[in-house]
């Protein structure tokens, strides 16, 4: 049985940091891409970060690039978040993926991905 977990959400004031982590179980994860998605309230769930199975892409939704990272151990089957900087407009409930596909778009769509997480609010205060 196949399980995401995301964990390290939490209340944070503007300008702060906070590392989200995901961990996967019950699928080879190191053959896995693996994303982040948020859903703000009253928004669609929205591409975020994802990272290839081999680490050796990376890709970005403009609106973090500079202040989040994505990063992968593959020994411990989890996927991590660093946020940095953050603002108001980060708020929202944040979401791993997990996928076993081929993308040509950088992993920027839902259906791209096979597994989710319940995922973990984050809350940042102005």
């Known amino acids: 049985q196949v399980q995401v977990a995301e964990s390290g959400g939490g209340l944070v004031q503007a300008g702060g940091s906070l590392r989200l982590s995901c961990a996967a179980s019950?699928?080879?994860?190191?053959?896995?891409?693996m994303g982040w998605f948020r859903q703000a309230p009253g928004k669609e769930r929205e591409f975020v970060a994802a990272m290839t199975w081999s680490a050796d892409s990376t890709y970005y939704t403009d609106s973090v690039k500079g202040r989040f990272i994505i990063s992968r151990d593959n020994a411990k089957n989890t996927l991590y978040l660093q946020m940095n900087i953050l603002k108001p407009e980060d708020t929202a409930v944040y979401y791993c993926?997990?996928?076993?596909?081929?993308?040509?778009?950088?992993?920027?769509?839902?259906?791209?991905?096979?597994?989710w997480g319940q995922g973990t609010q984050v809350t940042v205060s102005s």
């Open positions: 019950g699928l080879p994860f190191s053959r896995y891409t």
């Open positions: 993926a997990a996928s076993y596909r081929y993308s040509v778009n950088g992993y920027r769509t839902q259906a791209e991905y096979d597994y």
